[in-house]
T-cell receptor, first 116, second 111 residues
Framework: EAEVAQSPRYKITEKSQAVAFWCDPI?????LYWYRQILGQGPELLVQ????????DSQLPKDRFSAERLKGVDSTLKIQPAELGDSAMYLC??????????????FGPGTRLTVL | GNSVTQMEGPVTLSEEAFLTINCTYT??????LFWYVQYPGEGLQLLLK?????DKGSNKGFEATYRKETTSFHLEKGSVQVSDSAVYFC??????????FGTGTSLTVIP
């Protein structure tokens, strides 16, 4: 069964360092999402791609976060510099196409980031 | 605007008890509605969905009915098991392909 892949699964870094997360969506899925999930809360959308284009990054802290999906397939989310408050689970999800009813998202296992 | 409101947890039930987790939504247009489940340390998994009013989604003994008149999508299960212990998220997908999640409800089932 096709799955969304993410790496690394766990990342520990020190404050002010740079970190990067990678996501490979299910083949053929045009829409890719990055979420941040703080412990005990629901996922918060950071950025949404349709193919290689950003369609929503309104909640992305652009002074330190960046995301790209250069060829419209896999994607990288970067934080530079990391801050203590960035400690969270970072989830990637993909879905088949935009706007169609019932197109559920498929989630990867997530990357647990701890900033010391 | 779009939003999802879930009943707050945590919820603790004995095995074989009846489960209801309330979910209401606000949306423009006609959204699709979902329930996702998250086990500790894992990503979210789709539990069930409904794409139009009066649809009933069901899976693994869980059910939820899309009620447009009350803007609700409550999750129910007649007899919970210990293995159902997880966090449950209600979500909507609007016509702009944007997802909105509730804050999650933690369920613990004790033997």
């Amino acid at each position: 069964e096709a799955e969304v892949a993410q790496s690394p699964r766990y990342k520990i870094t020190e404050k002010s360092q740079a970190v990067a997360f990678w996501c490979d969506p299910i083949s053929g899925h045009a829409t890719l999402y990055w979420y941040r999930q703080i412990l005990g809360q629901g996922p918060e959308l950071l950025v949404q791609f349709q193919d290689e284009s950003v369609v929503d990054d309104s909640q992305l802290p652009k002074d330190r976060f960046s995301a790209e999906r250069l060829k419209g397939v896999d994607s990288t989310l970067k934080i530079q510099p990391a801050e203590l408050g960035d400690s969270a689970m970072y989830l990637c999800a993909s879905s088949f196409s935009g706007g169609a009813a019932g197109n559920e998202q498929f989630f990867g296992p997530g990357t647990r980031l701890t900033v010391l | 605007g779009n939003s999802v409101t879930q009943m707050e947890g945590p919820v603790t039930l004995s095995e074989e008890a009846f489960l209801t987790i309330n979910c209401t939504y606000t949306a423009t247009g006609y959204p699709s509605l979902f329930w996702y489940v998250q086990y500790p340390g894992e990503g979210l998994q789709l539990l069930l969905k409904a794409t139009k009013a009066d649809d009933k989604g069901s899976n693994k003994g869980f059910e939820a009915t899309y009620r447009k008149e009350t803007t609700s999508f409550h999750l129910e299960k007649g007899s919970v098991q210990v293995s159902d212990s997880a966090v449950y998220f209600c979500a909507l997908l609007n016509t702009g392909n944007q997802f909105y999640f509730g804050t999650g409800t933690s369920l613990t089932v004790i033997p």
